[in-house]
């Protein structure tokens, strides 16, 4: 059973910075055994409106954690602290 996303990550294709940040979180998220998703941020317009220029764009528990790349030092900081309890249908960026 997959554990509910408690990251979630914004991307583009043809975007090298969203490739190294997706390797950061996969790593960061496998390794605590933490839920997560990506989410082309073209696929919706809100999103597009809202995000275009500052992919990637992660949030780790409905909360923004950063732009432009992952520290995966401070993400693994911030999923270290209690899970909320919510499930990742809950929420939207």
Do not use: K
């Amino acid at each position: 059973m997959t554990p509910p996303s408690r990251v979630l990550l914004l991307t583009r294709d043809g975007c090298h910075l969203c490739v190294e940040a997706e390797s950061a979180v996969r790593r960061t998220c496998e390794d605590m055994g933490v839920g997560w998703r990506v989410i082309d941020v073209d696929s919706d317009e809100h999103l597009r409106a809202r995000f275009t220029d500052h992919v990637p764009v992660t949030f780790v528990d409905r909360e923004l954690h950063g732009y432009w790349f992952v520290d995966e030092a401070a993400l693994r900081a911030a999923l270290g602290a209690s899970a909320p309890q919510f499930t990742s249908a809950d929420w939207n960026p």
